[in-house]
């Protein structure tokens, strides 16, 4: 049974850094990452890795965020700096793979704030 399990967010001033874990098991992954949901609005990409190791950034958070992926421990990271506001969201771990066809996997989600 494939689990995301992601570490807990916080509340950060503007300016602020955070960095957010997962911890996945069950399968094996062709590619890993986050999105977030802020309130009233949908779901998108943060940051994606894909298995070749090739970064994928929301323009948002270029230059800002990082995302690494530690394949022995099975774990993708997202290290958050220069906060702002508007990155206040609810964020998801995802994982996806492919047998047959893709499947996707989401975490419980964790909430990060951004506030003075």
């Known amino acids: 049974q494939v689990q995301l399990v992601e570490s807990a967010g916080g509340v950060v001033q503007p300016g602020g850094s955070l960095r957010l874990s997962c911890t996945a098991s069950?399968?094996?992954?062709?590619?890993m990452g986050w999105f977030r949901q802020p309130p009233g609005k949908e779901r998108r990409l943060v940051a994606l890795?894909?298995?070749?190791?090739?970064?994928n950034y929301a323009d948002s958070v270029k230059g800002r965020f990082t995302i690494s992926i530690d394949n022995a421990k099975n774990m993708v990271h997202l290290q958050m700096n220069s906060l702002q506001p508007e990155d206040t969201a609810v964020y998801y771990c995802?994982?996806?793979?492919?047998?047959?066809?893709?499947?996707?996997?989401w975490g419980q989600g964790t909430q990060v704030t951004v506030s003075s």
């Open positions: 890795m894909t298995s070749d190791g090739a970064p």
């Open positions: 069950g399968a094996t992954f062709s590619a």
């Open positions: 995802y994982a996806r793979r492919f047998n047959v066809r893709q499947f996707d996997y």
